[in-house]
């Protein structure tokens, strides 16, 4: 699996949460950078680029579904797959997606699923575009 | 000429001492077989030193320290300082300072600083703060506190052990355990207050050493249990306060087969295994940690508190039949009878069970087996072993006991039930008989340099006395600057000693000056006790300058520069000063 050029931006404020993504992913072979709020996650969007975002729905200040939103009225960001991960009832997920993410996986995450569903919004990006 | 070979000793000795051109226990011994040798003094002056209590205090206090460490005490105070300081900056330095302060009261302070370490770093990430703005302060809190006891300061044993040494000359008591806490506590007291207001003010700000990505210490991966019973259990990782507490990054949560994403907010539960990663010492650090355990340390390999346990690293060779496999599949275990506690791989981090990793050239793995087990494998063309891991374990079990030792002799010393010299050898026999330290460990603790210096130095003192080298000092002292008064020449001495003791051992500086002070004092009609006690704390100033081991173990980790001892420790020097003699012109009206 050449995978090693994809870039993923992990925006999540538990430290325990991002530092432990931000490794798994790198160990997967991505390209993994982390910020810890809404403000600091979308410049760090605007700067890499990525190929895939994770993103916590509970943020300090720009909450999740603010970044969402904003992502999705951001030009050269518009595109990229949204991967929400929230510790909230299903209702929350899926406004959410409503709001323009693909996909979300419920608090704790497993290992297993989260690169199932980065796989599975690559593949889906792939084929969109 | 014998006063002429006094002199000239003495002053080759400063000279020695401070240029650093030989070892200061060389010099020591040098010195103490020049007087001999000359017949200045005769053999039996001459080893006096060997024999003084305070030299013996000395000895005893290393082995009680080594015992409070080794069973974890120590190491326990300061995660306490951790829990209860908060996010409050000031609190915090307040708090650490206080704890250096009592513990450096006690032990050595070298130790006390280097073990509240540890803590500075893990509260500053947390803080968010540099760690130059505590480091600092830390190692002068230490200095503080070892000028409030009889035992805190070598400098406070070697002056008690010149005193006794010519108690026929100079018929000055001893101090006792407690008689410098007058003085010392309100130094530690203003000393504190002027580091948390306008000290840490004139502190840089450094972060602590940036390295080297090549240099920085591998991190290893690791699986933790959470024993039956554990302290942890039930408690979610913000709760336990797990990074800051072990300075380990989990990675991951294994429960009933799932790996699951760490969160703030996880609760563990028994039987939890945790994927961390961190440095090997602190992946060790592990196994001595109430509640957890590694889980490749439970295996039947393990050599159940048996002595021999060597733990090394080994890297898979570039042809092991090893590579590609996991250590599950090459059974590992049985096929060496030894473990593997934790792996590193360079580049790409390892984020799965231990025994599922697939093995490639360069992985360096940490085994832990008997030594004679460990040998066979040193001889495994499958493996090029590196260097001995050296981890010795806590004895958290003999805590209370140590603490208890520890206390009753403070106690019994404090009331002066017994010499001070002769508890402090029954504490270190106490702590050997119970297990709370093992006789080699005892040997290995001791700073040798320290007792061979004292011992060898305290006979200069008496050929001073002897020959009357002392006196005629002392006489130019009182002629030149005698007509200031006690309290004049006392600050004239104060300061001299300050000078002298930067560049030199602080021991052997108190002993060179304080004979020529005590005469001084005699001549003028002051306290030559206060003087005595005077010159100790002076000779134990070493906050100017970073030459003294435990001002110079924090210049490198706070990025410090000579002048910011100069600047922070300048003025805690001076208001040392001040407060001292104010306190004793108080106390004894000098």
């Keep these: 699996m050449a995978k090693s050029k994809e870039k993923i931006l992990v925006i999540e404020d538990d430290e325990y949460s991002r530092d432990a993504l931000a490794h798994l992913l790198a160990a997967e072979g991505y390209e993994a950078q982390s910020a810890s709020d809404g403000e600091s996650g979308l410049k760090k969007a605007h700067e890499m680029q990525p190929d895939v975002i994770v993103l916590d729905l509970n943020l300090p200040g720009i909450d999740g579904k603010a970044v969402i939103k904003m992502i999705r009225n951001d030009g050269p960001l518009a595109a990229v797959p949204i991967l929400v991960v929230t510790g909230d009832e299903d209702h929350a997920a899926q406004s959410a997606v409503a709001l323009g993410a693909d996909g979300f996986l419920s608090k704790p995450v497993e290992f297993d699923d989260l690169i199932r569903a980065i796989d599975d919004l690559k593949a889906g990006a792939h084929r969109a575009a | ?590």
């Design chain 2, 1 to 590: 000429m014998a006063i002429a070979i006094v002199l000239a000793v003495l002053i080759i000795a400063v000279i020695l001492f401070v240029t650093e051109a030989l070892p200061i226990d060389l010099v020591a011994v040098l010195m103490l077989l020049g007087l001999t040798l000359t017949r200045v003094l005769d053999v039996k002056e001459g080893l006096s030193g060997f024999s003084d209590p305070a030299v013996m205090t000395i000895a005893g206090f290393f082995v009680i320290s080594a015992a409070l460490f080794n069973t974890g005490v120590v190491e326990a105070i300061g995660r306490h300082i951790h829990r209860v300081s908060g996010s409050n900056k000031i609190i915090f330095l307040g708090v650490l300072m206080l704890a250096a302060a009592a513990l450096a009261s006690f032990l050595s302070n070298v130790v006390t600083t280097a073990v509240l370490m540890p803590a500075v770093f893990a509260i500053a990430r947390r803080l968010k703060e540099p760690v130059s703005k505590f480091l600092m302060p830390l190692s002068f809190a230490a200095v503080l506190g070892g000028k409030c006891t009889l035992v805190g300061s070598s400098t406070n044993l070697a002056v008690n052990g010149l005193l006794s040494s010519n108690y026929d000359k100079y018929h000055i008591e001893p101090f006792t355990l407690f008689d410098f806490a007058p003085v010392g506590i309100p130094l530690v007291i203003i000393g504190i207050i002027y580091l948390l207001t306008v000290g840490v003010r004139l502190l840089p700000k450094h972060d602590a050493e940036e390295f080297d990505e090549e240099l920085a210490p591998k991190e290893f991966v690791t699986e933790v249990v959470i024993a039956s019973e554990s302290p942890l259990a039930e408690k979610t990782l913000a709760e336990t306060d797990f990074r800051g507490t072990y300075d380990l990054q989990v990675l991951g949560i294994v429960r009933r087969g799932e790996r699951l994403l760490p969160q703030r907010d996880s609760r563990l539960a028994t039987g939890d295994t945790l994927l961390v990663k961190g440095k090997l010492d602190q992946i060790l650090s592990i196994k001595d940690a109430q509640g957890l355990e590694i889980k490749s340390d439970r295996t039947p390999y393990r050599p159940e508190e048996q002595t021999d346990t060597v733990i090394v690293e080994a890297i898979l060779s570039p042809n092991s039949a090893f590579a590609g496999r996991t250590l599950k599949a090459m059974r590992f275990g049985s096929r060496y009878h030894a473990d593997v506690l934790a792996i590193y791989r360079h580049e790409r981090a390892l984020h799965e069970k231990l025994s599922g990793i697939r093995l490639a050239f360069g992985d360096v793995l940490v085994i832990q087996g008997s030594a004679e087990n460990i040998d066979q494998l040193r001889e495994d063309p499958n493996f090029l072993t590196l260097e001995d891991v050296e981890h010795t374990p806590l004895r958290r079990n003999k805590a209370v006991l140590a603490v208890g030792i520890f206390v009753l002799s403070a106690v019994i010393a404090g009331l002066g039930i017994a010499p001070i010299a002769l508890v402090a050898l029954a504490a270190a026999a106490a702590m050997i008989l119970t297990r709370c330290i093992t006789i080699k460990e005892a040997y290995d603790r001791v700073e040798w340099t320290a007792i061979v210096l004292i011992a060898a130095t305290i006979p200069l003192g008496i050929a001073m006395e002897k020959t009357g080298a002392a006196m005629m000092l002392a006489n130019y002292v009182t002629r030149y600057f005698g007509f200031g008064g006690p309290m004049l020449v006392l600050a004239a001495f104060f300061l001299f000693t300050i000078i002298l003791t930067q560049p030199m051992a602080n021991a052997a500086c108190a002993l060179m000056i304080a004979p020529i002070a005590i005469n001084v004092a005699n001549q003028i009609g002051a306290n030559p006790r206060a003087y005595a006690m005077a010159i100790a704390i002076a000779a134990s100033c070493t906050f100017p300058t970073p030459l003294e081991p435990v001002t110079a173990i924090v210049y490198g980790p706070g990025k410090y520069r000579f002048s910011d001892y100069v600047k922070v420790g300048g003025l805690l020097t001076l208001i040392v000063m001040i407060v001292t003699l104010i306190v004793i012109h108080l106390r004894w009206g000098v």
